[in-house]
Nanobody, 123 residues
Framework: QVQLVESGGGLVQAGGSLRLSCAAS????????MGWFRQGPGKEREFVAA????????DYADSVKGRFTISRDKAKNTGYLQMNSLKPDDTAVYYC????????????????WGQGPQVTVSS
């Protein structure tokens, strides 16, 4: 059983930056893809970014491409989402999720997720 603990959410002004962290423990984490999803008020959960276990493949939603960077530190079993040039539309609860295998954009293809820190971007 994989446990994911996220941190780094908060309130920031438009144009600002935040970095989310996702610490993974338990289970066999080798070959696990890590993804970030978000769910805004009244919206469905949507794909943000994903990174392969090796870290050689990263995928981004068009809405965040060029502003967000996903990375991971395998030695620490921790993933990160660096968010720059934040916009009010980025306001959401952000979820770290993992799956065994390659990167995917569908939330239903991920097996584990964290508690979801709130990110609020004020205008």
């Amino acid at each position: 059983q994989v446990q994911l603990v996220e941190s780094g959410g908060g309130l920031v002004q438009a144009g600002g930056s935040l970095r989310l962290s996702c610490a993974a423990s338990g289970g066999a984490l080798r070959a696990y893809t890590m993804g970030w999803f978000r769910q805004g008020p009244g919206k469905e959960r949507e794909f943000v970014a994903a990174i392969s276990w090796i870290g050689d493949i990263a995928d981004y939603a068009d809405s965040v491409k060029g502003r967000f960077t996903i990375s991971r530190d395998k030695a620490k079993n921790t993933g990160y989402l660096q968010m720059n040039s934040l916009k009010p539309d980025d306001t959401a609860v952000y979820y770290c999720e993992t799956r065994y295998g390659s990167t995917r954009r569908l939330n239903t293809e991920y097996a584990y997720w964290g508690q979801g820190p709130q990110v609020t971007v004020s205008s």
